[in-house]
């Protein structure tokens, strides 16, 4: 499964109370913080609106369905009073994998022979935080094979990390 974030900008500075008294599904408590949570379902996509008119949004669906919920998002502020709001510069900002590896892996002997890409240390954490420089990201491998890869943009540049680093856990396995 994959966590896509994305963000993009309205063009126009919107009253936060204005737009989630507009919305059915908005969220909006000045105490907690200065932005409005809005949630759809179909696809079930979560999306922060900030007073400055940038849009954050989160979600378990491909690209292309949370750019259409972009898309959505963009539309629903412009229904509740700003037309001027566009959808522009949208970036996908990072990728979040889960992977499973199927076999569980030896942290410590991974750790020990990995040390400048490597950081375990059990008593403050179980997992093994795992760096490569090519593609430059980050894992979080667990004691049970679980696999989470952070810090790419691309589908591809996932696989790609996939691909180079299965056979360094794929020796460590017990």
Known sequence: PFIITARFSLG???DLKKVAFGIRNAEFNPRKHGSITIRL?????????RERGIVTLSGSTGEQELKASAKKIARLVQKCGYEQAVFAEYKTTSILC????????????????WR????????????CVFR?????????VT?????MISGLRRMEDIHE?????????????T
């Open 98 to 113: 889960k992977v499973d590896l199927r076999f569980p892996v030896r942290l410590e002997a991974l750790a020990a022979r």
């Open 161 to 173: 990390a996939l691909k180079r680093v299965y056979p360094v856990f794929f020796d460590f396995q």
């Open 12 to 14: 126009c500075e919107v």
């Open 116 to 127: 400048k890409n490597a950081v375990y240390e059990p008593e403050f954490c179980c997992n």
């Open 132 to 140: 490569t420089r090519k593609p430059k990201c980050t894992y979080l």
């Open 143 to 147: 004691a049970g094979g679980k696999l």
């Open 41 to 49: 379902f179909n696809p079930r996509v979560a999306a922060l609106v």
